[in-house]
Every structure is written in C-alpha cells, then in structure tokens.
C-alpha cells in the first residue's frame, strides 16, 4: 500500500449540496449544517473529493503537493476572490488510488487544483486547512454507471482513512433559477417532484433508479438539465455498504431550482 494509509474502521461517506460560492464565506443554516457534521466524523487521514465543477476526458488525479485554490466563477464579490484554502495534497493517496482503482486509468495532473465545489465546503469541515486534498475528476465521456461502479471500487480507501466527499447538487436547473427567491425555502412543483423521489430512492436504497435518472420524466430532466452536479452523488451511492445508514441533512430547496439537500452515509 502506499504511503501511511493504516487499515482503519471504514470512514463515513458525505455527499454536500454546495450551492452557491458564496457559502464559502456566508453564515448561514447549510454552513452550520456542514460544522456540524464534521463535528462527529473521525479525524481523516485525507480527503479524496469529486467536485461537480471538474470535467475531463478521463479520470484525472490532483497530484501536485501543494494544490492551489482555483476561483473558478465570476461577477462575486472581491472577498471571495481573495479566500485561500491551502489545504496540502497527497501525492500518496493519489498512489493508494491508483493502485486501488484497477478497471480504468487514473492520470495523475498538476494542472488543476482545489475547485470552488470542493474548497468552499470543505473550509467549513476543515478550517485549519490541515487535512490533506486530492481531488478526481469527472470523465464527462463516460455513463452514470461508470462512475457509480468506479466509486465502488474506491471502497479501501474508506478502510485505510479517507473521508470520500462528493459535492455538487442533487437539483441544479441555474437557468431555471428565481434569484429573487434565493433566500427563502421555494421550489418549482417539477422540483420539488423530483427531489423528493431522489429522497425516496435514497432512503430505499434505490441505487438503479439513482442511475437511471434520465429514465424518470420531465421533472428529473429539467432538476438536472447537465449531469456534473448530479454525478457526485453517484460516487458516495457506490460507496454505500448493504445496511449502511444514510442520514439527510441540509434538506432545502432554494430559489426554485436548486437544492442544498446533503447526506451521511456510514
């Protein structure tokens, strides 16, 4: 095995709903949500992280050792452009995953960094910034079911320390979006549909159906119009273990269109 990756209690699984950038920086319920949360987790060995907001041809591995903090947005406020997350990397966990991942090729890449999807969440787990980050990308070529059985075999790495965080959003239409509805609990009756049967699979351990999504109707094509935001979910479901827990938390929608809906598992 690679690196100092001890054999560990299997660590639990989070999927984020990140929403907007702003998080990062904002008090709100869904940044008290993820304190929270991170307030009872075992002390990871490192974070492996699959941000909506990373998309390549090919699975990609941050492998650099000190990852930067990439802006990846525009027309924020100043104060968000000048927020670091100078959480370090782990060319070891990159070497773990290799080794661990044997139906596809990871690429190990020192051209990305630590993208908006994974550092504006993971500042409010990790302040400190102390726990080592890698992120994988997402190959935007591939099926849902790619991803939901390469998750799975990402199941060592929880048994050797790493906290598997997905981040993106279960109903993402920003098209669709009402901003001026942004600070209150609102949703669209196509959303509203479509997040409660997501809720309903999960809660049932309905893994197929969660693939399949495109299979379920109006409702689910316009909550999820593009995939990448949808997909990190997929990792942590492949991840999930018969007769794990799942646990919901940050359960709202926002501005019609969007969902901050997040989960435990494990």
Same mark, same amino acid.
């Given at each position: 095995m690679a690196g100092d990756f001890r054999p560990t209690p299997?660590?639990?699984?989070?999927?984020?709903?990140?929403?907007?950038?702003?998080?990062?920086?904002?008090?709100? *319920?869904?940044?008290?949500?993820?304190?929270r949360v991170a307030a009872d987790l075992p002390r990871p060995a490192a974070i492996l992280c699959i941000s909506a907001h990373w998309?390549?041809?090919?699975?990609? #591995?941050?492998?650099?050792?000190?990852?930067?903090?990439?802006?990846d947005f525009g027309g924020f406020p100043q104060a968000l452009f000048e927020v670091q997350y100078p959480a370090p990397g782990s060319p070891a966990l990159v070497q773990l995953t290799r080794e661990t991942v044997q139906s596809v090729h990871l690429e190990p890449v020192h051209t990305w960094g630590l993208d908006h999807g994974a550092w504006s969440v993971l500042r409010h787990l990790y302040p400190e910034a102390n726990v080592p980050v890698v992120q994988m990308s997402l190959d935007y070529l591939?099926?849902?079911?790619?991803? $939901?059985?390469?998750?799975?075999? #990402?199941?060592? #790495?929880?048994?050797? =320390?790493?906290?598997?965080? =997905?981040?993106g959003n279960m109903v993402?239409?920003?098209?669709?979006?009402?901003?001026?509805?942004?600070?209150?609990?609102?949703?669209?009756?196509?959303? *509203?549909?479509?997040?409660e049967k997501?809720?309903?699979?999960?809660? *049932?351990?309905?893994?197929?159906?969660?693939?399949? $999504?495109?299979?379920?109707?109006?409702?689910?094509?316009?909550?999820?119009?593009?995939?990448?935001? $949808?997909?990190?979910? #997929? $990792?942590?479901?492949?991840?999930?273990q018969p007769g794990e827990k799942l646990a919901l938390f940050n359960d709202q929608p926002l501005g =019609?269109?969007?969902?901050?809906?997040?989960?435990?598992i494990g």
């Amino acid at each position: 095995m690679a690196g100092d990756f001890r054999p560990t209690p299997p660590m639990p699984v989070l999927f984020l709903g990140h929403g907007s950038p702003m998080n990062a920086i904002e008090e709100n *319920e869904f940044v008290a949500g993820f304190r929270r949360v991170a307030a009872d987790l075992p002390r990871p060995a490192a974070i492996l992280c699959i941000s909506a907001h990373w998309e390549t041809r090919g699975t990609q #591995l941050t492998a650099m050792a000190q990852p930067p903090t990439i802006h990846d947005f525009g027309g924020f406020p100043q104060a968000l452009f000048e927020v670091q997350y100078p959480a370090p990397g782990s060319p070891a966990l990159v070497q773990l995953t290799r080794e661990t991942v044997q139906s596809v090729h990871l690429e190990p890449v020192h051209t990305w960094g630590l993208d908006h999807g994974a550092w504006s969440v993971l500042r409010h787990l990790y302040p400190e910034a102390n726990v080592p980050v890698v992120q994988m990308s997402l190959d935007y070529l591939q099926t849902p079911d790619y991803h $939901y059985q390469l998750a799975r075999e #990402l199941q060592v #790495l929880r048994e050797r =320390g790493v906290l598997i965080v =997905g981040s993106g959003n279960m109903v993402h239409n920003l098209r669709l979006l009402d901003w001026r509805r942004m600070n209150s609990p609102f949703a669209f009756d196509w959303a *509203e549909e479509a997040s409660e049967k997501v809720k309903r699979f999960l809660q *049932e351990g309905d893994h197929k159906r969660l693939i399949n $999504y495109r299979c379920h109707g109006k409702a689910f094509a316009q909550a999820i119009p593009t995939p990448e935001h $949808y997909l990190p979910m #997929l $990792y942590t479901l492949g991840l999930q273990q018969p007769g794990e827990k799942l646990a919901l938390f940050n359960d709202q929608p926002l501005g =019609g269109s969007l969902t901050m809906t997040s989960f435990q598992i494990g």
